[in-house]
């Protein structure tokens, strides 16, 4: 139902409080995915990072569980973060591994990047709608400024993602043949409870993304972020004889 305006909250209203709400979640179950479709079906290339985080106090680690994918086409690289809060591990083909010490405060950020994208700031003419207990805000989208968002999370992560400024920013706002969002807020609680973003490209897809996400020739892209089970507890256990620490280990 699209909320009119008489007496309910604005679109802006919603994302300014959905924004200023952000840093109240403090645990969530995420699903974060982002996905590189090319017009010619040569395969998808992307990333997924899936299960439950709590981001704990401060710049300590988080403790989550949290399986993730790399997608090169036919090529997936998978394995899971573990953190207990206290310490964190890595599991690849049914292995842990300690993560080094050099690796946390990435991994950590990471996860909190991802919890806390500025949303509101991506965002053009934005309209709001009523979905069961939710608010629905959708807009146009600055894609440069989303994706150089995103990227930026992933690659803390040390997933292999595009450089999106100077000259790349300026050929990324060329090659967008359109570009949209929705955000779903809690009616209630305002807390984020959805994300989805999706840019069309034009014939020649930028440069920046084929040299790191592949050569394509056109495309779409997704992104998408659902948070569940906010602020619950979230309780992690240690796997049994980790392995010493791997100088290469995120199981792509």
């Not at 009119?4 to 994302?15: F, I």
């Not at 993602?161 to 706002?173: F, M, Q, S, T």
């Amino acid at each position: 139902m699209i909320v009119g305006c008489g007496g309910g909250p604005s679109a802006d209203e919603v994302l300014r409080d959905t924004a200023d709400r952000m840093d109240r979640i403090r645990s969530a179950d995420l699903d974060m995915r982002l996905a590189l479709e090319p017009d010619d079906g040569s395969g998808r290339v992307g990333f997924a990072l899936r299960g439950p985080v709590d981001l704990g106090k401060g710049d300590g680690l988080p403790t989550a569980r949290l399986e993730y994918t790399q997608i090169a086409g036919p090529r997936e690289g998978r394995g899971t973060f573990i953190s207990t809060g206290g310490e964190a591990f890595v599991e690849v083909a049914g292995k842990a591994y300690r993560v080094p010490d050099d690796a946390l405060a990435a991994q950590a950020g990471t996860v909190r990047d991802g919890m806390r994208l500025p949303v509101g700031r991506w965002m053009r003419d934005p309209e709001l709608s009523e979905e069961g207990d939710a608010y629905r805000v959708a807009a146009d989208l600055e894609a440069v400024a989303a994706l150089r968002d995103i990227f930026a999370a992933a690659g803390n992560a040390g997933l292999d993602v595009p450089d999106l400024r100077g000259a790349a920013a300026d050929e990324l706002r060329e090659a967008v043949e359109s570009a949209t969002i929705e955000v779903w807020s809690g009616r209630e609680d305002r807390l984020l409870r959805r994300l989805k973003l999706d840019v069309a490209f034009r014939v020649q897809t930028p440069a920046a993304l084929r040299n790191e996400l592949g050569e394509l020739a056109g495309g779409r892209l997704t992104f998408g972020v659902d948070l569940a089970k906010h602020n619950q507890p979230v309780r992690v256990e240690a796997p049994e004889n980790p392995e010493p620490a791997l100088t290469a280990s995120r199981g792509g």
